[in-house]
């Protein structure tokens, strides 16, 4: 299937996923917080998988950024649950994300070189559509906790970043 | 004994003035912070010979880039970099890996 479509199934996931699986209409905090927790784990995992097979410096540093920003929020959103006392609840919506970015993984794992570079840069983009949309629609107005809230809103300022990163890295690499 | 003395405290009194007056070599500094991704407003006053000096107070990785390439600083979270300014004109910078931050700088003569 095409991951275009796998993520803009995903974001419906995430407008409704969540939401299913609860009486009441919106995702919890600890359901939010796992979501948001997974969401930057599949960034991070896709980066290190860039990082052992692309040997464009571009693309590598990129991956880097992409691994290292993703480990500063994540680390900041963990110190925050284990503050605010919260533990991260697995739901629908998350396992959703983690099964379609597994099978996108096995997809990239077949590919070399610049074909390699450009997919995983073309999923980059979108990718960071998909969140950054489920985060301004759902995660950041259903999130109850203001501290919560105000990290998914750095979350959404640097995913609206790396979303533009990436384009202009698919530019450059002729996607 | 009294002619002695200001003969002794001369050379006292000429190195506290040389420790108090600043060195002709430090510039003046004019810091801009950097927090949730972005840069802070660029400081009023920049002459040529002043330095520019950024924080990092966020949890992200960034850099001050200038486009016209007379600077580019990394700054890993929590830490400051300063560059001097060596002639007048408008500077525009950003990240080089967050682009859609960016400052503007105005160094005057």
């Known amino acids: ?175 | 004994m009294r002619r002695g003395r200001p003969a002794l405290l001369a050379p006292l009194l000429i190195a506290a003035a040389l420790a108090a007056r600043p060195a002709a070599a430090d510039p003046k500094v004019h810091v801009i912070h950097i927090a949730d991704m972005a840069f802070g407003a660029a400081p009023a006053g920049i002459k040529v010979g002043d330095a520019v000096e950024w924080v990092n107070d966020d949890m992200f990785e960034h850099t001050a880039t200038a486009r016209d390439h007379s600077f580019d600083l990394d700054l890993e979270p929590g830490a400051t970099a300063r560059t001097i300014m060596r002639s007048a004109g408008e500077i525009a910078y950003d990240c080089r890996f967050h682009p859609g931050m960016r400052g503007r700088l105005v160094v005057q003569k």
């Open chain 1, 1 to 175: 299937m095409n991951w275009r479509y796998l993520v803009i199934g995903a974001a419906a996931m995430l407008a409704s996923g969540a939401a299913q699986a609860q009486t009441t209409a919106a995702p919890t905090d600890p359901q939010i917080a796992h979501i948001a927790y997974t969401a930057g784990q599949i960034d991070i995992e896709a980066g290190q998988q860039a990082l052992k097979k692309s040997r464009n410096a571009k693309v590598r540093a990129f991956a880097e950024e992409m691994v290292r920003d993703h480990t500063a929020v994540n680390d900041k959103a963990l110190a925050l649950v284990k503050k605010l006392g919260v533990t991260p609840e697995p739901n629908p919506t998350s396992a959703s994300l983690s099964s379609q970015a597994k099978t996108k993984l096995d997809e990239l794992a077949k590919l070399d070189g610049a074909a390699f570079d450009r997919a995983y840069v073309e999923n980059e983009v979108a990718y960071h559509k998909t969140v950054n949309g489920a985060l301004s629609s759902t995660l950041i107005p259903d999130a109850k906790n203001p501290e919560l809230k105000s990290l998914l809103s750095t979350g959404l300022k640097l995913f609206q970043e790396h979303q533009m990163h990436a384009e202009h890295l698919a530019k450059e690499l002729g996607s």
